[in-house]
């Protein structure tokens, strides 16, 4: 199971800090990477980008200059920053597990971010 | 604009087959074996239905298959029925560890 954790409303021109905390299977595991996606309102989904257990990151091109993710696999945890958020920003973030090569087998239940002064 | 092309909408009664695309290039979908498609029922999280252009994971029915040619891969629905009434989105692997989504197609089960 993966659970996303954060702040739902962030002010314009400030930082989206998310967490997801990932039981039942271990952040370790050279098996998979953990993923970041989102789905904006009356849109589609959009991959934001992805972790390796040894902190090893891969992001979207189109946010990598904003985005920043960290991984403690003593709390079998990985978490996602984003600066300089806009209304664009504003989207469900889901936290999700890739096999190797790749897809994304589970998720979490979604962390609703609205941008917004 | 998506990175994968896919219609905004299918339609069909229950009981019968539909088909939906999934448009990309050569350096994505008519690359790499790596199509996935996701069903996602609004407020849910979304559920992997085929992975790999046609595995279906363990516990999808039957009914759910998918293939590919050339740059496009589809995912085919038989046997319609009204819990398949969903949005279904296609991913690929875009190549240098991008990954790419369709905009998505709302499934309406008549």
């Known amino acids: 199971q993966l659970q996303e954790s954060g702040p739902g409303l962030v002010k314009p021109s400030q930082t989206l800090s998310l967490t997801c905390t990932v039981s039942g299977s271990s952040i370790h595991n050279g098996n998979y990477y953990w993923t970041w996606i989102r789905h904006h309102p009356g849109g589609g989904l959009e991959w934001i980008g992805y972790i390796y257990y040894d902190g090893n990151t891969y992001f979207n091109p189109s946010l990598k200059s904003r985005l920043t993710m960290s991984i403690d696999t003593s709390e079998n945890q990985f978490s996602l920053n984003l600066i300089f958020v806009t209304a664009a920003d504003t989207a469900v973030y889901y936290c999700?597990?890739?096999?190797?090569?790749?897809?994304?087998?589970?998720w979490g239940q979604g962390a609703p971010v609205t941008v917004s002064s | 604009q998506s990175a994968l092309t896919q219609p905004a909408s299918v339609s069909g009664s229950p009981g019968q087959s539909i088909t939906i695309s999934c448009t990309g290039t050569a350096s994505d979908v008519g690359t790499y074996k790596l199509v996935s498609w996701y069903q996602h029922h609004p407020g849910k999280v979304p559920k992997l239905m085929i992975y790999e252009d046609d595995k279906r994971p363990s516990g999808v029915s039957f009914r759910f298959s998918g293939s590919k040619s050339g740059n496009t891969a589809s995912l085919t629905i038989s046997g319609l029925q009204a819990e398949d009434e969903a949005d279904y989105y296609c991913?690929?692997?875009?190549?240098?560890?991008?990954?790419?989504f369709g905009g998505g197609t709302k499934l309406t089960v008549l």
């Open positions: 999700a597990r890739c096999p190797i090569p790749g897809y994304f087998d589970y």
């Open positions: 991913c690929s692997y875009g190549g240098r560890f991008n990954w790419l």
